[in-house]
Nanobody, 115 residues
Framework: VQLQASGGGLVQAGGSLRLSCAAS????????MGWYRQAPGKRRELVAS???????DYADSVKGRFTISRDNAKNTVYLQMNSLKPEDTAIYYC??????????WGQGTLVTVSS
């Protein structure tokens, strides 16, 4: 499995970013996918997930602000982040499923939200 996240950057509070994560080495369309984040000094957490049937779920902290989507033709999962807050600052990763107990995480993408 290879997972390559991109699209992070520095943004002011209230701004938006769109993250992408390209996956290879898996049958992408058969897998649920999740976006996770890890802030400095904190544990990695699941922020959004999308099933292989396109049902979605979100952490309470991002509901109404973040939208997860997927493009099976491109083996890519996206995270549209709106109304960003300083507390959204973290390294963002994608992975298969909804568990944080993975051995492999791939390259994440850093999101920094300034106040």
């Amino acid at each position: 499995v290879q997972l390559q996240a991109s699209g992070g950057g520095l943004v002011q509070a209230g701004g938006s970013l769109r993250l992408s994560c390209a996956a290879s080495g898996i049958i992408f369309r058969l897998n649920d996918m999740g976006w996770y984040r890890q802030a400095p000094g904190k544990r990695r957490e699941l922020v959004a997930s999308i099933s292989r049937r396109y049902s979605t779920d979100y952490a309470d902290s991002v509901k109404g602000r973040f939208t997860i989507s997927r493009d099976n033709a491109k083996n890519t999962v996206y995270l549209q982040m709106n109304s960003l807050k300083p507390e959204d600052t973290a390294i963002y990763y994608c992975n298969i499923g909804t568990s944080v107990a993975h051995n492999y995480w791939g390259q994440g993408t850093l999101v920094t939200v300034s106040s």
